[in-house]
C-alpha cells in the first residue's frame, strides 16, 4: 500500500440565503442531509486498506459566494476528490455551486413540496452545464415530508455511485505507472501514452529498464532477511506441479537449474514491489534512493522476448512475478493486492486499475482468447452446453497478471467470489494457494525457464458474477471503454478437458459467459468476441459495468459497448443537454465537448 494519505468527500449544504426567517427555518434540515449522507458514505465504502470512507462537511450552510469560497478552502486543505451538494430548497446557483473544474460534483435536490429543492437542482445544474463543469443531478423519484432525515434508496444507489467514482478518480490522481521494460512484441497496450494517463487520470509516469531488476539481483539490493522468510514460505506453499511440456525436447532444466529459477522469480516479486512503492528496509542497509520507489499505484513488465529469451519468465504464462503480486496474500500474510499488468500492457492495467478502485478486489488479466460456439463444443466432445454458458463461451486464458483469488475458493453466502483482502479468512487463502500449482514454462516460447501458475476458475452452477472491461485507445479521438457482464462458468469435465489440451494444459483458465441483450454486441457470445477492442481483458468480481461506466463519464472517456440496462447508467445531466435518444453519441459528444478531467 503506497504511503499517501486517501482523498475525501466534500459534503456542501446549500441553503436559501435570505435572513429573518426562511434561512433560519432551513438549517437544521439541511445540516441533517450533509450528515445524512457522510454517515452513508462512512458505513457503506471502504479505502484500499479497508478503512471507512471520510468525508468533509462545510462548516456552516452554504447561502452565498462568501460560504461557497471558505467551504473551498476547507476542502483544499482536507483533500477533497469530489463534492456532494445537497439542499432542500431553492438557493442561489451561480453563487453557491463548487467552481472547481478538476474534480467531480454531484446535486441532490430534496424531493419535497414544502421549498423547491428540484428548482434549485435544475437551476444549478444548467449552470454547471452553461460554464462547462459538468455535475450528476440526484432527484428522488417519491417526494418526502420536510421532517424525512431518511434518504430514499434510489438517491443511496446514485450517491454511492458517484461516490465511488469520485474517490477512483482521487486515488490514481498524482500517482504514477511504472514501465519495467518497454513494449513487448508489439503489443499496442504497451506503447504507454503519457498524454492518455495525464490528461484523464492525473497520474504520471515512471520508467525502468529491464536491467534494474537484475541489477537489484546482483547488488543484493532486496532485504536479505525477508528473502529468507518468502523462499520458505513459497517451497511451503506454492507446489510445482509436472513438466507437462519439455519432456524430450532439445532444451530441457534439470532440477538445480529450475531450482534458482524459482529463488530469482521470488526475488523477482520484491524487487517488483519495492520498485513501486520503495522499502525503508533498503535505506537502512544504504540503498537511499532505491528505498524511494517510483509511487506506482500500477506497473507493468515488458519481458518478452528481450527477458524471457534469457531469464526466467516474468510477463506471461502465469509468471509467478505478477500472479503473486495481483494476488492478496503471500509471506508476510493477507495485504491489498497489487495492480501489474503483463506485457507491459498499460491499457490492460489502466482497465484493471479501474475496477480494483471500484471493489477492493484483485484482478484477472487474460487473453480475450477462443470463442467457443455451442456446435463447436458439441462437435468436439459430444456435449450440448447448459446453462450460463449454453450461447457459447469466451475461454480467457495465457495472461500471467492473474490474480491466484480467481480460483473459486472464496465465498459469499456459500456462492464462489472474490473478496477484499480484509474479509479473506485463512482457509480461503490457503485454499486458493492449494488449488494453484506452478508448472515449469514452455521453453520453446520461454527459454529462460521460469514457472506458471496454473488453475481453472470455479463458477459454481449458476457462475461467479464477473465484468470484463478494456480501454483502448482511437488515433484522433482518444481513449474509449468497453465492458461486459458476464459470468465464470464451470464447463463439464470433458468440455474443460477437451479445450484445455487444444489450448495449453499449463495455464491459468477462466471461462467466461458475457451477458446478452439482442443488440448491438451483445446480440451473440460471437459478437462479444468480435467486436472487443484488443488481445487482452481485465476481469473483476461482480457486475460493476454501471460503476465503470461512472467512472468513466467522470474522466470524460466515452463507453462504446456494453451491456448495462438503460435505468443503471449514471452520467452528469450536462450529457441529457447533447442527446437522449442515443444515448452512445451522447456520451461520446459530451466527452469530446468538455474535454479531459485534467486538461
Aim: charged share 25%; hydrophobic share 40%; glycine share 10%.
Amino acid at each position: 500500500m503506497l504511503d499517501a494519505k486517501f482523498p475525501k468527500i466534500g459534503i456542501r449544504p446549500t441553503i436559501d440565503g435570505r435572513r429573518k426567517g426562511v434561512r433560519e427555518s432551513l438549517e437544521e434540515q439541511t445540516m441533517k442531509m450533509a450528515h445524512s449522507v457522510a454517515d452513508l458514505l462512512h458505513n457503506t465504502l471502504k479505502y484500499p486498506d479497508g478503512s471507512p470512507v471520510e468525508t468533509v462537511i462545510a462548516d456552516t450552510t452554504i447561502g452565498g459566494v462568501h460560504e461557497a469560497a471558505m467551504a473551498k478552502e476547507k476542502f483544499d486543505k482536507a483533500g477533497i476528490c469530489g463534492t456532494i451538494t445537497v439542499t432542500p430548497c431553492w438557493c442561489y446557483g451561480s453563487e453557491t455551486m463548487d467552481m472547481s473544474k478538476d474534480i467531480p460534483h454531484a446535486i441532490w435536490g430534496f424531493n419535497g413540496t414544502e421549498r423547491p429543492g428540484a428548482v434549485y437542482l435544475a437551476a444549478v445544474l444548467a449552470g454547471h452545464t452553461q460554464k462547462g463543469i459538468p455535475a450528476f443531478g440526484i432527484y428522488g423519484k417519491d417526494v418526502q415530508d420536510a421532517d424525512d432525515s431518511s434518504i430514499p434508496k434510489d438517491v443511496v444507489a446514485k450517491l454511492i455511485r458517484f461516490a465511488k467514482g469520485a474517490l477512483a478518480a482521487g486515488l490514481m490522481r498524482n500517482k504514477s505507472y511504472l514501465s519495467i521494460g518497454n513494449v513487448a512484441m508489439g503489443i499496442a497496450g504497451s506503447t504507454v501514452n503519457p498524454d492518455f494517463f495525464q490528461d484523464y487520470l492525473g497520474m504520471r509516469n515512471e520508467y525502468v529498464d529491464m536491467s534494474e531488476i537484475i541489477r537489484r539481483w546482483d547488488e543484493g539490493i532486496y532485504d536479505k532477511e525477508e528473502f529468507k522468510k518468502a523462499l520458505a514460505w513459497a517451497k511451503k506453499n506454492m507446489k510445482i506441479g509436472p513438466d507437462v511440456y519439455n519432456d524430450g525436447k532439445p532444451i530441457q532444466f534439470d532440477d538445480k537449474a529450475k531450482e534458482e529459477q524459482f529463488e530469482d522469480c521470488i526475488k523477482m516479486i520484491m524487487i517488483a514491489r519495492d520498485l513501486m512503492q520503495g522499502n525503508t528496509k533498503l535505506k537502512d542497509a544504504g540503498f537511499t534512493e532505491e528505498a524511494e520507489g517510483h509511487f506506482a499505484i500500477a506497473a507493468g513488465f515488458q519481458g518478452q522476448r528481450q527477458w524471457t529469451d534469457h531469464f526466467p519468465n516474468g510477463d506471461v504464462n502465469g509468471d509467478v512475478m505478477e500472479a503473486m503480486l495481483n494476488s492478496q496474500f503471500d509471506w508476510n500474510g493477507k495485504r491489498a493486492p497489487f495492480i501489474f499488468a503483463t506485457e507491459n500492457d498499460s491499457l490492460n492495467g489502466a482497465s484493471m486499475l479501474f475496477n480494483y478502485l471500484l471493489t477492493n478486489t484483485p484482478q484477472i488479466f487474460a487473453d480475450v482468447r477462443t470463442y467457443w460456439s455451442p456446435e463447436a463444443v458439441e462437435r468436439v466432445t459430444g456435449t450440448k452446453l447448459t446453462g450460463p454458458a449454453k450461447e457459447g463461451f469466451l475461454h480467457l486464458s495465457n495472461s500471467g497478471a492473474q490474480t491466484l483469488d480467481a480460483t473459486g475458493a472464496e465465498k459469499i453466502d456459500g456462492k464462489p467470489a472474490i473478496k477484499p483482502f480484509w474479509d479473506l479468512t485463512d482457509d480461503e487463502v490457503q485454499a486458493n494457494l492449494d488449488q494453484t500449482d506452478w508448472v515449469p514454462a514452455n521453453v520453446e516460447y520461454f527459454r529462460g525457464g521460469g514457472f506458471s501458475s496454473h488453475y481453472l476458475t470455479k463458477g459454481g452452477e449458476k457462475g461467479m458474477p464477473v465484468t470484463m472491461t478494456r480501454i483502448n485507445l482511437v488515433k484522433g479521438l482518444g481513449p474509449v471503454l468497453q465492458l461486459a457482464e458476464g459470468y465464470a462458468v464451470e464447463l463439464p469435465e470433458n468440455v474443460f478437458d477437451a479445450v484445455n489440451k487444444r489450448t495449453d494444459p499449463g495455464w491459468p483458465s477462466t471461462f467466461f459467459a458475457p451477458i446478452l441483450t439482442g443488440h448491438g454486441a451483445f446480440k451473440s457470445v460471437y459478437d462479444v468476441m468480435n467486436n472487443w477492442g484488443a488481445n487482452h481483458g481485465a476481469i473483476s468480481y461482480g457486475h460493476i459495468g454501471a460503476d465503470l461506466i461512472t467512472l468513466a463519464s467522470i474522466l470524460r472517456i466515452p463507453v462504446n459497448m456494453h451491456n448495462v440496462p438503460e435505468s443503471q447508467i449514471f452520467r452528469p445531466r450536462s450529457w441529457s443537454s447533447i442527446g437522449t435518444e442515443n444515448l452512445e453519441a451522447a456520451d461520446f459528444n459530451a466527452c469530446q465537448t468538455f474535454g479531459p478531467l485534467y486538461k
